[in-house]
């Protein structure tokens, strides 16, 4: 009999002010043990740049799905995050047999699926999707560091901390910024009034 492929799916960057909501999804190879496991938050930048390459070798096959920022002002956050794990399983090389996905929600997929709450503290194929998503979009976010200077994404990587805030007060919302977001929407009312109306 064969394996069960299961595929684990996590996101990062759901609570960023700019940047898209990164998405990943992998297959684990069940003869393969990685050690550490866990929700990428809980994991230092180096630590999850390692494990990312340490995943990426050793898993089965694993892929990127993107929920772009005009996504996520047309369709809202949940449904572009949404958009971004079906992309993220509809890539994989291998197609799975199960999908375990972190949260309470689940995208519109063909496999049988499963989302559990704190998944990525718990299962580690979902603790792998969680440090393969954060890590690429900690990169996307230091790339556009050189672009946009002024906002801190080297350190902010895009979420409203109070330097990020006053730099968006201080120059404005950029193209990558999340336009229906309320800090930004307020910076770009009061920078061009009745845009919205």
């Known amino acids: 009999m064969s394996e069960i492929r299961v595929a684990g799916v996590d996101e990062a960057g759901r609570g960023a ?39 990426k070798k050793k898993c089965l096959c694993w892929s990127i799905g993107t929920g772009g920022v005009e996504e996520i002002d047309r369709y809202n956050i949940l449904n572009a995050t949404m958009l971004g794990m079906k992309r993220a399983i509809e890539t994989l090389s ?53 672009e946009y200077p002024e906002y801190g994404f080297q350190t902010n990587v895009g979420y409203g901390t109070p330097f990020h805030l006053e730099a968006l007060r201080k120059y404005g919302a950029t193209a990558i910024h999340r336009r229906s977001f309320a800090p930004v929407h307020e910076v770009i009312e009061r920078d061009n009034p009745g845009i919205f109306s």
């Open 17 to 55: 002010l700019a940047g898209p909501v990164i998405c990943a999804a992998v297959i684990l190879r069940n003869d393969v043990h990685i050690d550490n496991l866990t929700d990428s938050k809980k994991l230092s930048y180096e630590k999850r740049r390692d494990l990312s390459k340490e995943i």
């Open 94 to 146: 291998t197609v799975p047999d199960h999908v375990f996905i972190d949260g309470n929600q689940l995208p519109n997929i063909r496999i049988p699926a499963q989302a559990i709450v704190k998944g990525d503290l718990y299962v580690p194929v979902i603790s792998a999707a969680s440090i393969l998503a954060k890590h690429a979009r900690d990169k996307l976010m230091h790339a556009y560091m050189k």
